[in-house]
């Protein structure tokens, strides 16, 4: 004799004061496991080797020959001493050979962070304290880096780096892209020697006078034509030849990488040349200027009450990019070699290199895009290649600083330009994000068009703001879907088109109509949108005055009340009402003034099931709001209807279910569902008892746990005066007293069999699959309408399976 065995599945949400009681348990732990990841160099140095070794030394001194020119460059971009930048990238690389999780990131100066300090300092520079010799530059450089430094770290003390993940991908990639273009127009004048131009204005008016005034271009033009042409002419070299000759990729490669050592090295000694052997008293061409050497300034930085007054307002600005810059590099690379970072880790490593760098002198630094970019395809092994960096900046400090003196401005103005011109998007990028969603391009567009008209900081705010609006929005107002089956069948039948009264749910007397079905044929049915894009024609009403409704997001407070209206809009326009209207129009509701003989031929509200699988978040508004749909779908049907939910595993939307009560339904006449949380504890309480007193018999007493099934509805009882189902699934279940004791154990979910031939909820209205939830509305609705005695109801019989369906 067979045995069909049911598997109970029941998840009671667990109790808050539990939840408390296991973190404090588990308190010294997370302790243990904060600080220990606050330094992952302590996971890979155990590991290190000698071919890892290697391979970090020829990655450090190839970032080391960009690094050294870069950020002298950068630093001119923030309107800075040259060796600022040198200070700036020391710090940074030394920090994070200790504290950074990605093997590929240099932190140190950037052109995108060079432009907003250089914003920030053109208003100081415009105060009178500083005209006066109150603040000084280096004072106003160290205060930046110390409070933008302080921000950072708090904000990854707290663990806030998830607010990180609020800014999408296209307000980055905009950002970058105009503030890229930006920093090209503002260093055209350089390369091209036009004198007299402000670069402080907005960009599109220096492009403009740059182009008026090129006819004024003096002898640094020759020094920045020539580096252009040398920086892509050898990189359009290497490109070429490493198509075409392969298996000399790598050699092409630090050839290319080594073009800025190279033209610096070059152009720097003909400026030595000319100005040390020509009858110049004054270089006839701008040059870098006498470069301090070693670490001068170092000290503890002094703050200005004042100062700090007047950068603060920017501090946000400064931290936002900070941050934003940073982090998109790290995950970015991080995806392109396969490793994952941690951006709370991040911002604290950002947050101690300003910190520290102030006492360096140093000015605000983070990832370098470029530079990042060169240390991943120089094949970087981990981050201790970031200490030779280091140490060729220290040797260029100490060692170099007499030659720094004879760079060309225009020179290095070239350099700025091609490294900053791979930022730069063309129009297959505004195309990518067209085709994908409009709503992206319009997010990208701020952020690109902004950074030519304004501050960069209003670059980030506008696109970052707008990008959160799209989500509030597509968060307020998410995708539903109303579901009816399609008959999965062995044999190849073609689908029909169904006209939009089929779609709306009650029977017609059409010859291919299949509204009359046997319950059984539901198991295999599969359930679909009735506006699927292909399959939305093949799809069948469930069965008369039955709505299956599926949210596709999370149920929250900004979409809970949407959802509820939707719900209730389709309850409307595919049923009829219980109680027609009153005949005198006096006699209705103002808000329902509608024919009275319209819709006489939809059937009447039977159930609502509501596919909740893909939802994994309720909360209290939502389960309110639920609760009032209820009430509404009552007066509009004028009877109780049954809900019928399908579950996924989520404990907050079976609580949220449980506390309205929607898990047995139980109600007083009119009135709202009684809470099952309260049941639930009492349940618990008896079953505790239950599985104490049946833990003493011995395993005789276990293997007598067979499970008794019950293919039928169990009869409807009274309840208060109200009238519900104890369990109106086909799948109505009895569990001898042990086995139900024992389900209710958190080790052991299912009971104990052999075999699972399906899987149920102790719970009556609460299932695990729309095929269940589905046949479970159906049998209940013809329990329903067969109660109903009424001859002048006309019915349509199902022959073939002897049911009649009486159509209301």
């Known amino acids: 004799m067979s045995t069909t065995t049911i598997a109970y599945v029941d998840n009671p949400p667990p109790r808050y004061i539990d939840d ?56 001119k971009i923030a309107s800075l001493p040259p060796e600022y930048g040198l200070y700036s990238s020391f710090v940074g690389v030394v920090i994070y050979t200790f504290l950074g999780t990605s093997k590929d990131i240099s932190i140190g100066t950037t052109a995108i962070m060079s432009l907003m300090v250089s914003q920030v300092f053109l208003g100081i520079q415009a105060t009178p304290e500083f005209q006066s010799g109150e603040w000084t530059t280096h004072q106003f450089a160290v205060t930046m880096a110390l409070f933008a430094g302080i921000i950072s770290l708090g904000l990854s003390v707290l663990r806030l780096g998830i607010l990180f993940h609020f800014i999408c991908q296209p307000a980055v990639a905009g950002f970058m892209a105009g503030s890229g273009l930006t920093i090209v127009i503002n260093q055209f004048a350089k390369v091209f020697g036009v004198p007299n131009i402000d670069t402080t204005e907005a960009p599109y008016l220096v492009f403009g006078k740059t182009l008026i005034n090129l006819n004024h271009s003096t002898v640094d033009a020759i020094f920045g034509v020539l580096t252009l042409v040398w920086l892509y002419g050898v990189r359009y070299l290497c490109q070429r030849l490493t198509r075409r000759y392969p298996q000399h990729a790598r050699k092409f490669f630090f050839f290319n990488i080594s073009r800025n050592v190279v033209v610096i090295v070059v152009t720097t000694f003909l400026s030595w040349v000319i100005n040390h052997f020509g009858p110049y008293e004054k270089s006839p061409f701008g040059i870098l200027g006498p470069v301090p050497p070693g670490f001068q300034l170092m000290g503890a930085p002094k703050v200005d009450s004042g100062l700090v007054s007047a950068i603060m307002p920017n501090i946000p600005s400064v931290v936002t990019l900070l941050i934003m810059e940073h982090c998109s590099i790290a995950t970015s690379l991080g995806k392109q070699s396969d490793y994952r970072i941690d951006v709370n880790q991040e911002i604290l490593t950002i947050g101690l290199t300003n910190i520290f760098g102030s006492f360096f002198s140093a000015y605000p630094s983070t990832g370098s895009f470029s530079r990042s970019a060169v240390t ?87 696109p970052v703001g707008l990008s959160l609006i799209v989500q509030l929005y597509r968060s307020a107002r998410p995708e539903y879907a109303i579901l009816g089956r399609i008959k999965m069948s062995s044999s190849s039948t073609p689908c ?33 949108s009735f506006t699927h894009p292909t399959l939305g024609h093949c799809v069948h009403p469930i069965a008369p005055g039955i709505v299956a409704f599926q949210p596709r997001d999370n149920m929250l407070f900004e979409n809970s009340v949407y959802y509820a209206e939707k719900l209730m809009d389709e309850v409307k326009g595919t049923t009829r009402r219980g109680k027609p209207l009153a005949e005198k129009m006096g006699d209705r509701p103002w808000n329902d003034t509608g024919d009275v003989g319209k819709g006489r031929d939809k059937p009447v509200l039977q159930a609502i099931i509501m596919d909740l699988s893909g939802v994994h978040q309720m909360d209290y508004s939502a389960a309110e709001d639920l609760k009032a749909a209820v009430k509404q779908a009552d007066r509009y049907s004028g009877r109780p209807v049954p809900w019928y939910f399908v579950l996924n595993d989520s404990m907050a939307v079976r609580k949220g279910l449980l506390y309205a009560g929607f898990g047995t339904q139980r109600r007083k006449a009119e009135g709202p569902f009684r809470s099952d949380l309260k049941k639930m504890t009492l349940k618990k309480n008896k079953d505790d008892s239950s599985s104490s007193s049946s833990s003493s018999s011995g395993s005789d007493q276990e293997n007598k746990d067979v499970v008794k099934v019950d293919i039928k509805i169990e009869e409807k009882e009274k309840q208060d005066g109200g009238t519900t189902v104890v369990k109106s699934s086909p799948l109505s279940h009895e569990h001898d007293s042990n086995c139900w004791s024992q389900r209710r154990q958190k080790q052991q979910q299912l009971c104990d069999c052999d075999l699972i031939h399906c899987i149920d909820d102790v719970y009556p209205y609460f299932f695990v699959s729309m095929n269940d939830a589905a046949r479970a509305a159906y049998i209940q609705t013809i329990n329903t309408l067969s109660s109903d005695q009424s001859d002048d109801i006309p019915s349509v019989i199902d022959e073939e399976n002897g049911i009649q369906l009486p159509q209301r």
């Open 20 to 75: 408390a009681r296991s973190q404090v348990r588990q308190f010294p732990d997370h302790v243990r496991s904060y600080f220990s990841n606050m330094l992952p160099i302590l996971h890979w140095l155990p590991k290190y080797n000698l071919m890892w070794l290697w391979g970090d030394l020829i990655c450090g001194c190839t970032v080391g020959a960009v690094v050294v020119p870069q950020s002298m460059a950068y630093a």
């Open 376 to 462: 991943s395809k120089s094949g970087a092994r981990t981050p201790l290649l970031n200490i030779f960096v280091a140490i060729i900046v220290v040797l260029a400090l100490y060692a170099l600083t007499p030659a720094f003196q004879y760079i060309p401005n225009a020179s290095l103005a070239a350099i700025i330009t091609h490294a900053v011109t791979d930022l730069i998007v063309g129009p297959s990028v505004w195309r990518r994000f067209w085709r994908y969603h409009p709503s992206e391009l319009v997010i990208f567009a701020a952020a690109y068009v902004i950074s030519l008209f304004t501050r960069i900081d209003v670059s980030v705010y506008v």
């Open 496 to 528: 029909h088109s169904y006209n939009n009264e089929k779609k709306q749910g009650y029977i017609t007397d059409d010859s291919d109509s299949d509204s009359s079905y046997d319950a059984s044929e539901l198991k295999d049915c599969r359930f679909f």
